[in-house]
């Protein structure tokens, strides 16, 4: 059973860098609080973002490219 505590509820503080390309091949770092859980799937744009660094202050994920637009 998972139970839902509102004081380990991830809040993520800022996001570097703020903005990409679509070719993807970089890391982005989130940095928050409460940000050690598994399991979980970061999207940038609907594209998971590859797990590289997780603890409970800091997410560091290689973001992958973008479906072309139409």
Known sequence: MIEFRQDHTPTVQSVVPAYGDTFGGY??????????FTGA???IDNVP???????????????G??????
């Open 27 to 36: 890391n982005i770092t989130l940095t928050g609080t409460n940000l050690g």
């Open 65 to 70: 490219a973008r479906p072309a637009i139409p």
């Open 49 to 63: 973002c590859a797990f590289q660094v997780s603890n409970s202050s800091q997410i560091i994920c290689l973001v």
């Open 41 to 43: 799937v970061i999207l």
